[in-house]
């Protein structure tokens, strides 16, 4: 099984480190990866993006076009990427900052107030895993244990106090 | 789990460390930027030499020195940028030293734009500066392999006393993909020729591109060539894929393969008996396989980031046997593999 994955949203949000450690994750689970990043003159505000695929086979184009699973926390990134989902795919859409709902009815869209959710946490900065956790619950793409287990490979030595915070978000995300 | 995510420029900078390249000379560009700051980080931990050059110019008479001096050197940079450094590699070539110099390319001509491009392939293959000489040019297609030829280039490079290029783009410079780096690799060679110092020992060495007397100048170039015959016999590399049964063949490198595998599988799911034949090095050119293949197959596709470059050594590999299409996009822009596939049917309608 292949799983093509797109994240999209601002700059700033996450979107980069969301995908990274999605590719973990599949690299926990001993599958196949690639993670391919939209690069140029973006930045915090700007508009950012990458391509994650996770496969039993190996990957050919790590090159995401047309989606099985969506994850935007945007709203021009929804504008853009929404009509390029595989049909039947899987949308994750951030209620907080993106008021409308999907137009297409022929894929599963997944609403979540991630913003909103990281504030009342206390991590502010991990709508994007919240993200994570809620698309890992809809897609069972990896077991939440590993999400978090992989989680310690991708804070790196000097943050892991941070690792705590990053598990609670994808916990909080997987159980919303 | 001994694999790491790494961005395939990292993996460069790392496998070339392991490598025993102590010796990193570059100038920033988009999208090979990793490249120099990964080395920035490592290299003074370990004893190396990080430098940033003040042009591109200067980092390749920088490494022309360091190779003068016997270690392993190697700069990077992006299409502009190798441009620049084309006078150095030739003096390089000219001077029979050992070098690395990674070109992940991006868009051009000119300044270009930093978006994914394979149009550097002539500037790689033909002597991109002046007069008789060639680089072994390796064409990774994953991080894996941007990690492997890394090291393979240091080693031919100081095998046959001459420059290598490793031939990538920005989807592999800045894509991540796990990697798994060998422990030790280092296996240096002894260089009698090299500026060293004589110790009052000997009689001193010269490292020189220039000759006056044309006899000599010419017996230098005839010298080369015969050791370029050898490299041609000895260190071609390609892979083939699904071609047992192929009825067609597409020929791409680098991420145009992996695009080219994708529209591949899929045109065998419709019953179409097509195969790819991807160059691993780009000089030598597969020449041999491509010429057996063209009395097997009834036409060819030339999958490029370019507007066609590589298409011209296909045609002349399979001596214009059979047709060769080209599919390709260019300026930064990527072919799906839905359009490849596209070109794949429309070949099979064009050369029955």
Not at chain 2, 15 to 44: D, L, V
Not at chain 2, 179 to 201: D, F, S
């Amino acid at each position: 099984m292949t799983t093509q994955i797109l994240i999209a949203g601002f700059g700033g949000q996450g979107v980069l480190f969301a995908g990274k450690c999605l590719a973990y994750e599949g690299l926990f689970e001993d599958k196949q990866v690639s993670w391919l990043p939209s690069y140029g003159p973006e930045m915090r505000g700007g508009t950012a993006n990458c391509s994650v695929i996770i496969s039993d086979e190996p990957i050919g184009s790590p090159i995401v076009a047309k989606p099985d699973v969506l994850i935007v926390m945007n709203l021009p990134s929804f504008d853009k990427y929404e009509k390029d989902v595989v049909k039947g795919g899987k949308i994750v859409i951030d209620s907080t900052l993106i008021a409308r709902e999907a137009v297409r009815n022929d894929v599963n869209a997944y609403y979540i107030p991630a913003t909103k959710l990281a504030n009342e946490l206390g991590i502010p900065t991990l709508a994007n895993m919240i993200m994570v956790g809620k698309m890992i619950k809809e897609t069972g793409i990896v077991t939440l244990e590993n999400a978090c287990e992989a989680m310690k490979k991708v804070v790196s030595a000097r943050h892991q106090d941070l690792l705590e915070a990053n598990v609670k978000a994808l916990t909080a995300g997987y159980n919303y | 789990m001994s694999k790491v995510l790494m961005k395939g420029n990292e993996a460069i900078a790392e496998a070339a460390i392991k490598a025993g390249c102590r010796h990193y000379f570059g100038y920033p560009i988009t999208p090979q930027t990793e490249i120099a700051a990964y080395m920035a980080k490592r290299m003074p931990k370990i004893g190396g030499t990080f430098l940033q050059a003040e042009s591109e110019i200067s980092a390749i008479n920088m490494v022309y020195g360091v190779a003068g001096a016997g270690f392993r050197v190697m700069t990077s940079s992006s299409s502009p940028g190798v441009s620049l450094k084309q006078e150095g590699i030739s003096y390089i070539a000219g001077a029979d030293l050992p070098a690395l110099i990674v070109n992940v390319q991006r868009g051009g001509p000119g300044l270009g734009g930093i978006q994914p491009s394979q149009s550097d392939y002539f500037q790689a293959t033909k002597g991109g500066g002046h007069g008789d000489y060639r680089l072994i040019v390796y064409a990774p297609a994953s991080v894996q392999e941007m990690a492997d030829y890394t090291i393979k280039a240091f080693d031919t490079a100081d095998k046959y006393r001459m420059p290598v290029m490793l031939l990538a783009d920005g989807t592999m410079g800045q894509m991540m993909e796990p990697v798994e780096l060998p422990e030790t690799t280092v296996q240096e060679i002894e260089k009698p020729w090299a500026v060293r110092g004589t110790q009052n020992k000997r009689k001193h060495n010269i490292i020189n591109s220039l000759y006056l007397n044309p006899e000599e100048l010419e017996r230098t170039n005839i010298e080369r060539f015969e050791k370029y015959k050898v490299i041609e016999e000895n260190e071609c590399l390609y892979e083939e894929f699904m071609m047992d049964d192929a009825e067609y063949c597409v020929v791409a490198f680098g991420i145009a393969s992996r695009i080219s595998k994708n529209a591949v599988i899929e045109a065998r799911k419709q019953g179409v008996k097509v195969g790819l034949i991807r160059p691993i090095t780009l000089w030598p050119f597969p020449n041999k396989v491509l010429k057996q293949t063209a009395d097997k197959v009834k036409g060819f596709l030339s999958v490029e980031l370019s507007m066609g470059q590589m298409i011209e050594d296909v045609r002349l590999a399979t001596e214009c046997k059979k047709p060769v299409k080209l599919c390709s996009r260019t300026g930064g822009m990527i072919p799906s593999p839905e359009q490849v596939l596209e070109s794949i049917i429309n070949l099979t309608k064009e050369a029955k």
